[in-house]
T-cell receptor, first 111, second 112 residues
Framework: SQQGEEDPQALSIQEGENATMNCSYK?????LQWYRQNSGRGLVHLIL?????REKHSGRLRVTLDTSKKSSSLLITASRAADTASYFC???????????FGKGTRLSVIA | ETGVTQSPTHLIKTRGQQVTLRCSSQ?????VSWYQQALGQGPQFIFQYYREEENGRGNFPPRFSGLQFPNYSSELNVNALELDDSALYLCASSLSTLADYTFGSGTRLTVV
């Protein structure tokens, strides 16, 4: 079963614009992670935010976490065509349990 | 070389056959997790191994089995293959069960 649900399922933007993806989850978590996947290949870890953190930055990425609403957002600023990929949020539930992934958001950045 | 290596990269099997997929974890990582990803879907958790012991299992039938070796590499075995087993199988290793995962490039399994 999926813990996280990303929204939107698909997003198409012009190069240079910002892209925002949202993730909602159901149970309490230890941390939440965002991953990127290019066209049926392995996932690449982007950023991890712990349950006691509210915002985190990494380069052009900005992640927020609202544990009261059980939601997170990933913002990619000044998008590039190379950012075209699927983006997944994954939650690490409290306790010794594995990552649970959502269904992902397919981002297309048009040059 | 660091990173997670999976083999083979592609595989075609016939329904009813058995398959073994292999994963070499990143140096220093003692936890290996396996996921199945159907086309257009998110990865679904199959099971996880921590220091050679199974540490959780997802909603997969017993014909999906695995093990982890002393060097923390791992195998996923699937018996009595069904058409619906066609998917990308992803292996990920991590320093602990709560750390970020390093994924391999996956094995694309096609069952015909």
């Amino acid at each position: 079963s999926q813990q996280g649900e990303e929204d939107p399922q698909a997003l198409s933007i012009q190069e240079g614009e910002n892209a925002t993806m949202n993730c909602s989850y159901k149970t309490s978590i230890n941390n939440l992670q965002w991953y990127r996947q290019n066209s049926g290949r392995g996932l690449v870890h982007l950023i991890l935010i712990r349950s006691n953190e509210r915002e985190k930055h990494s380069g052009r990425l900005r992640v927020t976490l609202d544990t009261s609403k059980k939601s997170s957002s990933l913002l990619i600023t000044a998008s590039r065509a190379a950012d075209t990929a699927s983006y997944f949020c994954a939650t690490a539930p409290s306790g010794n349990t594995p990552l649970v992934f959502g269904k992902g958001t397919r981002l297309s950045v048009i040059a | 070389e660091t990173g997670v290596t999976q083999s083979p990269t592609h595989l075609i099997k016939t329904r009813g056959q058995q398959v073994t997929l292999r994963c070499s974890s990143q140096s220093g990582h003692n936890t290996v997790s396996w996921y199945q990803q159907a086309l257009g879907q998110g990865p679904q958790f199959i099971f996880q191994y921590y220091r050679e012991e199974e540490n959780g299992r997802g909603n997969f039938p017993p014909r999906f089995s695995g093990l982890q070796f002393p060097n923390y590499s791992s195998e996923l075995n699937v018996n009595a293959l069904e058409l619906d087993d066609s998917a990308l199988y992803l292996c990920a290793s991590s320093l602990s069960t709560l750390a970020d995962y390093t994924f391999g490039s996956g094995t694309r399994l096609t069952v015909v």
